[in-house]
């Protein structure tokens, strides 16, 4: 079963950054189109972001937009979620997952393959 592990949070103060990372071992991520989906305490898990196998398609929840950047590294099979000027409204564990078929779209359904997340907080 693919894999993918996720890496990079941690405790950022407001107005902060942290670079997420997304990687699979085993499984060659070039074909997939990777997002990355946030869980707040007692909320619903979201979609945050996507990006196509390509590289050239990406989509962004509107809260995120203009903060938060996607890109990915085939050499490396890792994609990477960087975010900029974050809020405490930003504090969830945030999960890769991989759509196999390369939709790119922010709804959960299209995933099939979940890391175990990562946890961002933002606090002063």
């Known amino acids: 079963q693919l894999q993918v592990v996720e890496s990079g949070g941690g405790l950022v103060q407001p107005g902060g950054s942290l670079r997420l990372s997304c990687a699979s071992s085993?499984?060659?991520?070039?074909?997939?189109?990777l997002g990355w989906f946030r869980q707040a305490p007692g909320k619903e898990r979201e979609g945050v972001s996507c990006?196509?196998?390509?590289?050239?398609?990406?989509n962004f929840l509107d809260s995120v937009k203009g903060r938060f950047t996607m890109s990915r590294d085939n050499a490396k099979n890792t994609v990477y979620l960087q975010m900029n000027s974050l809020k405490p409204e930003d504090t969830a564990v945030y999960y890769c997952?991989?759509?196999?078929?390369?939709?790119?779209?922010?709804?959960?359904?299209?995933?099939?393959?979940w890391g175990q997340g990562t946890q961002v907080t933002v606090s002063s």
């Open positions: 990006v196509r196998s390509s590289g050239d398609t990406t």
């Open positions: 085993e499984f060659n991520l070039d074909y997939y189109a």
């Open positions: 997952a991989v759509d196999r078929f390369n939709l790119c779209a922010l709804s959960q359904s299209n995933y099939d393959y």
